[in-house]
């Protein structure tokens, strides 16, 4: 029998972000929690939550454009899939992708567990 080495239980805090009543089309908002920048905007009625530094130069990217579902770097240009954070294009040379966080709905608000 193979027995496997004990971890520490990882505790995630759950994170109130955002009333839904105040999610509109233009919506975004940036937040720092728990050492994590985050950005909170909607595109296509949908919430989405990502990191909110690009891991290309480590700008903001709370004032890049989003086009056709990935948000551009308002820096270099760089482009990131708003549903799985992949780097979409990047002029100079490769990149990671963002990480994107997994929104929860509790009594009519969004949050988020770090």
């Known amino acids: 029998m193979k027995i496997l080495p004990r971890y520490p239980s990882i505790t995630m805090q759950y994170y109130k972000l955002e009333k839904i009543t105040n999610l509109d089309a ?5 937040f720092r929690l728990a050492g994590h920048h985050l950005l909170l905007l909607v595109h296509e009625d949908k919430p989405r939550l ?3 530094i ?3 130069a480590g700008y903001p990217m709370n004032e890049g454009l989003v086009l056709d579902g990935q948000l551009r770097c308002p820096m270099h240009g760089y482009l990131f899939d708003l549903e799985n954070g992949e ?3 990047s ?3 490769p990149c990671e992708g ?7 709905e ?4 969004l949050g988020v567990y770090l």
């Open 26 to 30: 233009d919506y975004r908002q940036t």
């Open 50 to 52: 990502v990191d909110n």
């Open 54 to 56: 690009c891991p290309h």
């Open 87 to 89: 780097c979409m294009a």
């Open 91 to 93: 002029y100079e040379g």
């Open 98 to 104: 963002i990480r994107v966080y997994e929104l929860k």
């Open 106 to 109: 509790r009594n009519g608000e």
